[in-house]
């Protein structure tokens, strides 16, 4: 059967020893006692035999074994080292490992971790279990010298006294009211007067006290305790009307066999009888013990430890749902347990947190207190507890009180009580701790996810994940957007910040490694909502941009569509500000132009930071959808002053020097006026300079452009060119000027880009038809007076007849 680490066989020998005193006689004995695990029967036996052969190694190892088993490791160490001085066979090779093991029970951690290099190093294909435990033993040597979770500022440790304490393992304590109950091994075993025959002693038993208020432990009345059987482990349900505890009995001196048993318990505190659990919770020939009543997902749980098959090792931690008195079949915590020995199982029903001690995971050296949080469904990786709850010793049996953070566990650390002082030997006793959560500030700053600049007025809340309870804010910074709260050691939070118009942020993060005096300090940054879109159109054909395109944003969200428009007369940018969760089509129209679509989806929205650019290329309908193209000019421009029809100037030299006098019209245009209407007259002159002057040269340079597109495809092209002018000189000159300007416009398109079009000319695919009207469709009321120049030349009205049209395109049939 498995060794369990509540079980002790004590033998109190003197040195007068009537009994064979020879060194047969002792060895028989320690043998016999060895054989049953009677460890401490043993080591006594041996340390005998060894006073008639001190040099003999076989004695020494089978009296380290002992003290090892009794937990003697001082005794253990002694041994095992002369061993390994005088064993020139290398006949002890265990040896090595198990002197790195007592080494590392006593916290000696950098001398067990050179042991285990060196059984590795020697012996590694003598034994594959203890090369693959010390390779492991290696790492937790490694961590533990390495641990900086040292505890103190929270548990308080105290060693009872001798009230509860004895030399005797004391264990299982647990606060039930102002009664604490716990198990000692302290009784003798009742053998109704049956002499033993050899040297072997009665065994002690366990019975389980109860202390009220610290004092000395008295044993629960009436049939609760067995004479001949060891009972131990109580634990009580939420409410306290049932308790589970356990009836064992040895199978040898060392290893017992459980089984688990519930009473109810009465309003004055008195036990009803007991009852066995199901064979199905107690299987016949293993061990069912350890119980403690839980919740998981709600129901009430029984969990407890076993050594039955379907199991991950050794002793592994189970489970059974209660319903009505009624229990499920047993399932084994698998995601918890190890391969090696997994026990004494606490479930906080408050925090929904599991605390049991195992030697399966990287600890301090013997068996660690672990904390496993029951998230989401299933149990997190457990986490150390760290010290003082952790000793190298073993640490067993933790439970706390969430109500009043008190709680209890077992350990055979320095400063418990042993059963022989000499040898260090045992045992087990019940330490009480206050638990006082560590504290330490969070702080919190929101960010634009974008600027990076601080994000005031975010609603910032502190979720606390075990019970889903916010916690309370301390302070808040509105200059720099910072929020500060309280956490404490060994939670689970969440920390999110929310803003009308923005996308929220949260972060997670857990406090089992903070320090004292360390703040903790999280970043949020939310997006906003919004996001900047850019509409960039150009021509299909020549990959231009391409003004003046009305771009019709479509937004469909929640059922609503609603429609946003843009035209932008000297560019091909459009932007809008659109929101995340929509959806979007935008649409391109230009006359002469094909319609251009695109869509903007909520997925592709999703995780757009900031902006996002759409293109739209429109591609030629049309070149007569384009007109009238209109150019305008400067008074009495090209060529001033001449009598004639004829210039070598190009439009695209006209128009810069004219454009450049926007401020001069403006300002001569308004200066008899004031106020408002100054002000009016001012931006009527600014308008027509930029919404036909410039939009015209921008027209022209895109007609110029696309032209070669359509001669590129064989087609005999006649452009229209009409001149017009002001009233302001005679008709004749008029006539001239006007002509002069139509010339102009032909001489760009004759030399544009290098003379592209010439060859379309030499060939007469390409002609342009001239005709001027001079002030002929000049309208009526344009001023010509030569004397008043603010309205014949720098008013609107005037300067609009100062132009060339491009009025006609008639498109042949392909040669």
Not at 219 to 225: A, H, P, R, S
Not at 231 to 242: K, L, Q, R, V, Y
Not at 353 to 374: A, Q, T
């Amino acid at each position: 059967m498995r060794k369990t680490i509540l079980s002790l066989s004590l033998l109190l020998l003197t040195a007068s020893l009537t009994w064979g005193q020879s060194f047969k006689a002792f060895m028989e004995a320690a043998s016999e006692a060895a054989d049953g695990n009677n460890h401490f029967a043993a080591m006594t036996y041996y340390d005998y035999a060894l006073q008639f052969d001190d040099e003999n190694l076989d004695v020494r190892y089978k009296l380290a074994e002992a003290a090892r088993g009794l937990n003697a490791h001082t005794e253990a160490i002694a041994q095992y080292e002369y061993i390994l001085e005088n064993d020139a066979d290398g006949q002890y090779s265990d040896a090595m490992y198990h002197l790195a093991r007592s080494y590392q029970q006593k916290g000696e951690y950098n001398t067990a971790k050179e042991y285990y290099q060196q059984y590795i190093s020697q012996y590694s294909g003598d034994n594959a279990y203890y090369t693959a435990r010390a390779q492991k033993e290696i790492d937790a040597c490694d961590w533990s010298m390495s641990s900086t979770m040292d505890r103190s500022d929270e548990f308080n440790l105290m060693h009872l006294d001798n009230n509860i304490n004895t030399p005797y393992s004391e264990f299982g304590a647990v606060q039930q009211g102002d009664e604490l109950f716990y198990s000692s091994l302290q009784f003798a075993e009742e053998t109704d007067g049956i002499r033993r025959k050899s040297l072997q002693p009665n065994k002690n038993i366990s019975k389980v006290l109860k202390s009220d208020n610290g004092r000395s432990g008295e044993l629960i009345e009436g049939d609760f305790n067995s004479d001949d059987m060891l009972t131990a482990h109580n634990a009580f349900n939420a409410d306290g009307s049932m308790v589970y505890y356990t009836i064992c009995e040895y199978i040898n001196a060392d290893d017992i066999r459980c089984d688990l048993y519930v009473r109810s318990v009465g309003e004055d505190g008195s036990f009803g009888s007991a009852s066995k659990l199901p064979d199905y919770i107690n299987v016949s020939g293993t061990t069912s013990t350890q119980p403690n009543v839980g919740s998981l997902n709600g129901d009430e749980v029984l969990y407890f430890v076993s050594d039955r098959d379907g199991g991950k090792g050794k002793l592994d931690i189970w489970y059974t749902t209660i319903n009505n008195g009624q229990y499920s079949q047993p399932q084994n915590l698998s995601g918890i347990n190890t391969s090696e020995d997994d026990i004494t199982p606490f479930y906080n029903r408050e925090e929904n947190n599991l605390y049991f001690s195992s030697e399966g995971y990287i600890g301090h050296g013997g068996f660690d207190v672990y904390e496993s949080k029951y998230r989401g469904g299933s149990f997190e990786s457990p986490e150390n507890m760290g010290t003082p709850v952790n000793s190298s010793y073993n640490d067993i049996y933790f439970n706390i009180n969430p109500e009043t953070n008190k709680g209890h566990l077992s350990s055979n650390r320095i400063g418990s009580q042993f059963l022989e002082e000499s040898k260090e030997a045992c045992c087990y006793d019940v330490y009480a701790f206050d638990y006082t959560p560590l504290k330490v500030r969070l702080i919190v700053h929101t960010l634009d996810k974008i600027s990076l600049d601080s994000l005031p007025g975010t609603n910032v809340k502190l979720i606390n994940v075990a019970d889903g309870e916010e916690a309370a804010q301390l302070q808040y910074d509105p200059v720099t957007s910072t929020y500060y709260f309280e956490v404490e050691r060994g939670n689970d939070y969440i920390v999110r910040a929310e803003k009308d118009g923005y996308t929220s942020d949260e972060a997670a993060f857990n406090t089992n490694d903070i320090k004292a005096g360390e703040d903790i300090v999280k970043k949020l940054y939310l997006e906003s909502d919004e996001i900047e879109l850019t509409v960039l159109t150009f021509n299909e054909e020549t990959k231009a941009e391409l003004n003046k395109v009305t771009v019709d944003l479509i937004c469909t969200m929640n059922g609503k569509s609603d429609t946003i428009r843009r035209v932008n007369l000297f560019g091909n940018s459009n932007k809008y500000t659109i929101k995340r969760g929509a959806e979007y089509v935008i649409i391109g129209n230009r006359p002469g132009f094909r319609t251009a679509v695109t869509t903007l989806t909520a997925e592709e929205l999703a995780n757009v930071q900031g902006s996002i650019t759409k293109e739209l290329f429109l591609g030629l309908n049309d070149l007569n959808g384009m007109l009238p193209i209109v150019v305008y000019f400067d008074n009495d421009y090209p060529d001033p002053d001449v009598w004639s029809y004829s210039t070598n100037k190009r439009y695209s030299e006209t128009y810069p020097p004219y454009y450049a006098k926007k401020q001069e019209f403006m300002t001569q245009y308004s200066a008899p006026l004031s106020g408002n209407a100054r002000l009016d007259a001012s931006n009527k002159v600014a308008n027509f300079f930029e919404e036909e002057v410039r939009v015209g040269n921008d027209d022209l340079n895109l007609f110029l452009k696309l032209l070669r597109v359509e001669l590129n495809k064989g087609k005999d092209i006649d452009v229209y060119l009409s001149g017009f002018t002001s009233p302001r000189y005679t008709s004749a000159y008029n006539y001239r000027l006007g002509t002069r300007r139509i010339r102009s416009v032909r001489n760009e398109l004759r030399e544009f880009s290098g003379g592209i079009y010439q060859d379309f000319f030499d060939s007469k695919q390409l002609e342009v038809k001239l005709k001027s009207f001079g002030e002929s469709e000049a309208p009526e009321g344009i001023i010509s007076d030569l004397q008043d120049e603010r309205n014949s030349i720098y008013s609107v009205e005037a300067s609009r007849e100062r132009r060339t049209e491009i009025s006609e395109v008639r498109i042949n049939q392909d040669n």
